[in-house]
């Protein structure tokens, strides 16, 4: 089979098709439990390894957390996967051992503008996972009214690039980012609903993990 060439620095926004689409995605998010009552400004399912100092111990959380998500979000995990293959044209399987792609819930709480999230890039240690490595977040829920966006860096300037519902934003891992300013109502509700996670191509394939 021959090599496919897949590399994305600065973040792009790509539709999403099937299951995952506008409407798919929007129903998926429903299925969601455990956290949506909650009311935390960011609620997370999952363990990503960016955040793991030690190695040994990301893999021992991740065999504890991966069963009771999978058993609860396999639908949208398992859609998620069909239709991002579909996107781009190239197989993509779950990441053995590692942690599954997690779910961010992210509720403002007050009326008021909203000054951004912490500057960061999710960066990896190469003789675990050697680059080329791309970030995803795929919108499943939007808030009505919503002006929901990944800022991030490039070139000393910082750009913004709009979630869309039933799409996913990609881009390379090292790329400082954050959640970008915005004025939240105060609904006490849930404003934004993404599937987070990595995509390491190798070969002929992708691996989908956190």
Known sequence: MQKKSFKIEYPVKIPLVG????????NLSNTIRGLERSYRQLATI?????LSEDYGSYLREAARDNP???DR??????LFANSLQSALDLPVAFAPHLALPGIQIFSCTEDGPYAGGVWHSDT???DILPPPLQRFSATMLLAEGGNFGLEYERDGDTSVLQHEL???TLFASDVRHRVAPFHSHGRRSIDRITLQGH????SHY???FW
């Open 166 to 168: 039933g799409s996913i």
């Open 68 to 70: 009771g998500h999978w």
């Open 199 to 202: 995509l390491w191509t190798y």
């Open 124 to 126: 990896f240690r190469h």
């Open 73 to 78: 979000h396999c639908d949208i995990l398992s």
């Open 206 to 208: 992708s691996l989908l």
């Open 19 to 26: 299951s995952f689409d506008r409407a798919g995605a929007a």
């Open 46 to 50: 999952g363990s990503p390894l960016y």
